[in-house]
């Protein structure tokens, strides 16, 4: 916030205008859509892993595959808790990085395991 003390100095404040450029809002809205649609496929494949955990499983057991599917989904938590953070604390590009690196990790785990859940 900026205040005024009379001399026509203003002091700069957390809120400043002079401190925080704004963004583009195209740039604003192509990152949210971006983000948007990672978190979609991510929250997909993740979801019919974990399905199809219980489904699948002839060719392996299904504790086997409820246990790789909990582990998918505890990393997902971890990556749930990174995007809360860089949402409150708007952090730097670093962490952005990885959540995305994380959230590409999980699409990839997930692809693994349903491989493994129809045997090839």
């Not at 997909?44 to 892993?49: A, D, G, P, R």
Request: hydrophobic content about 45%.
């Amino acid at each position: 916030m900026s205040h005024s003390n009379g001399g026509g100095y203003e002091q700069i404040g957390d809120q400043s205008p002079l401190l925080h450029a704004g963004i583009p809002s195209s740039d604003v809205k192509a990152s949210r859509l971006r983000h948007f649609i990672l978190g979609s496929v991510t929250a997909v494949i993740v979801v019919s892993t974990f399905i199809g955990s219980f489904i699948f499983h002839k060719l392996s057991s299904i504790q086997l595959n409820v246990f790789f599917s909990s582990c998918i989904l505890l990393t997902c938590v971890s990556n749930i808790a990174l995007m809360i953070w860089y949402r409150n604390q708007a952090s730097t590009s670093a962490v952005r990085f990885i959540i995305y690196f994380n959230s590409i990790n999980i699409i990839l785990l997930c692809i693994c395991a349903n491989l493994y859940h129809h045997g090839f």
